[in-house]
């Protein structure tokens, strides 16, 4: 039996792993710095990767990890076949113009029969109904505000539309969503601050919910799109 110095053997991380005295299997103790060889007991391969620390993630790389998650998307917000799309909708939930109407066109007439059950709902939450004929599996019914020049706490609403659609999901279990661009047709938001709090707010729910795989942001216009990825750019790069 002998006894050596074996921090040449093994990195500073297996060492502060390891309590202070060790007791190998030949029962006598050591303490930290000093190991008694006996054959019989050694630090594995596989020891020195199960005390070795983790590595951080960076702030870039976390980034870079959700926006995987998120897509910016040109096209038809009726055809994602997503576990819910979201309506622009009006606080009658009954349907309107714009992308409401053509998400109550596409769902058939049960949409409406079980909207009519909601009751309405305020500017700011949101409600949930099944999709019907819609590939999606569900729609979620969030209103929006109507722009008034912004100081009227249209901002804060706004993001609070998101965040209700987003609690929503949570709630049913939901891990894909497609949004259309929430508040920017009749309701006259702007569109670089209603991208920009759409991106802010998704950002904040995928930091931690990891259950939500994909958001989609389904733009009808050219300009929208260009809108939002340059919004998903600067949010997430």
């Not at 020049?149 to 987003?166: D, K």
Request: aromatic residues 8%.
């Amino acid at each position: 039996i002998s006894t050596r110095d074996w921090s040449s053997d093994v990195c500073s991380s297996d060492l502060g792993a390891l309590p202070s005295p060790v007791l190998p299997p030949s029962g006598r103790k050591v303490w930290r710095g000093h190991f008694v060889f006996t054959g019989l007991f050694f630090l594995s391969p596989l020891a020195r990767l199960r005390h070795r620390p983790r590595r951080p993630v960076s702030g870039t790389n976390r980034a870079t990890a959700m926006m995987d998650r998120v897509k910016v998307i040109q096209g038809d917000i009726t055809k994602q076949a997503v576990d819910a799309i979201v309506n622009a909708a009006n606080t009658t939930l009954l349907g309107g113009g714009g992308v409401d109407g053509a998400i109550h066109r596409e769902a058939g007439p049960h949409l409406v029969s079980e909207c009519r059950k909601l009751g309405g709902c305020p500017t700011g939450g949101a409600r949930i109904t099944k999709g019907y004929y819609l590939p999606a599996k569900h729609v979620i019914h969030a209103v929006g505000p109507i722009w008034q020049g912004g100081n009227s706490g249209e901002e804060e609403l706004l993001a609070r539309t998101y965040r209700s659609a987003f609690e929503l999901a949570i709630q049913h279990n939901l891990t894909s969503l497609a949004f259309p661009a929430i508040s920017t047709g009749a309701y006259r938001f702007p569109m670089d601050r209603a991208a920009s709090i759409a991106v802010r707010e998704t950002r904040n729910y995928l930091e931690w919910q990891l259950a939500l795989k994909l958001v989609v942001f389904v733009c009808y216009e050219r300009a929208a799109y260009d809108t939002y990825v340059a919004a998903v750019a600067e949010t997430f790069g």
